[in-house]
């Protein structure tokens, strides 16, 4: 087999397994598939195509959990986070990421150690805490597309239940992708080799979408909590590491 073919085998399998997560819990995609998808075809091609595949499951999954949406919740994250990512957008170039991800990752870490090993707040977090908690998600999504794991740590006390987290978090993303998506477009990144990869991309994610909702449906509330918390816990070791 040659390497070219290879290197899509791998791509479409890390499609595959992120999005059945995608799909279940409606974050951690990205988490999963970016590191692959950089080893495979660099950074910028990394970040445009899983951009792409990511906004795709999560308006599908938002639409069809459209129910469960918080409109007023939804608008207060997403008018935070793209004040956090147009700064995140610009320091991309400026701020050499090693300063920042060993602190990002080490948060994640200890937020994730905390409600598995301690009974989880269940109140609402203060908006004191909330909105840099918000404003750094985004600023980290502008630069990484992973900012995910900082907004889970707001989501689990704003959406206890599974399908509103699910539901919301979806939106959230489905919304705040098309900001990423036009700063791809600016920069040139959508070439042949990016559709490409987008069509490889359709058959992994069809599947994948129909297992995680197939999971999703017969996992507990319970087991779902603590499927969030590992997934922060693996989010938090890997940016570290």
């Given amino acids: 087999m040659e390497l070219q073919n290879i290197k899509e085998w791998i791509f479409m399998l890390a499609i595959f397994i992120s999005n059945i997560i995608q799909s279940l819990t409606g974050f951690a995609g990205v988490m999963l598939s970016i590191p692959p998808t950089?080893?495979?075809?660099?950074?910028?091609?990394?970040?445009?195509?899983?951009?792409i595949v990511s906004w795709a499951v999560c308006i599908i999954v938002a639409i069809m959990n459209r129910k469960y949406l918080k409109t007023k919740e939804v608008t207060k994250i997403v008018v935070f986070m793209l004040v956090g990512m147009y700064f995140g957008i610009q320091m991309y170039t400026m701020v050499d990421a090693r300063i920042l991800i060993p602190i990002y990752g080490a948060?994640?870490?200890?937020v994730a150690l905390k409600n598995i090993l301690f009974k989880p707040y269940k109140g609402k977090?203060?908006?004191?805490?909330?909105?840099?908690?918000?404003?750094?998600a985004g600023v980290i999504h502008g630069m990484f597309v992973s900012g995910g794991s900082l907004l889970v740590i707001y989501l689990v006390s704003a959406f206890q239940d599974k399908n509103e987290f699910r539901a919301n978090v979806s939106a959230v993303w489905s919304i705040l992708n098309i900001v990423l998506m036009y700063a791809d477009i600016r920069k040139g990144l959508y070439t042949m080799d990016l559709a490409y990869?987008?069509?490889l991309s359709i058959i992994p994610i069809i599947i994948a979408m129909y297992i995680g909702n197939k999971i999703h449906k017969k996992i507990n509330q319970k087991t779902f909590n603590n499927l969030t918390y590992g997934l922060l816990l693996a989010a938090g070791t890997m940016i570290i590491i």
């Fill in 38 to 51: 950089i080893l495979l075809y660099g950074p910028d091609t990394a970040k445009a195509v899983i951009n």
């Fill in 107 to 110: 948060i994640i870490v200890l």
């Fill in 125 to 136: 977090i203060p908006d004191y805490i909330a909105i840099p908690i918000l404003i750094g």
């Fill in 197 to 199: 990869l987008l069509i």
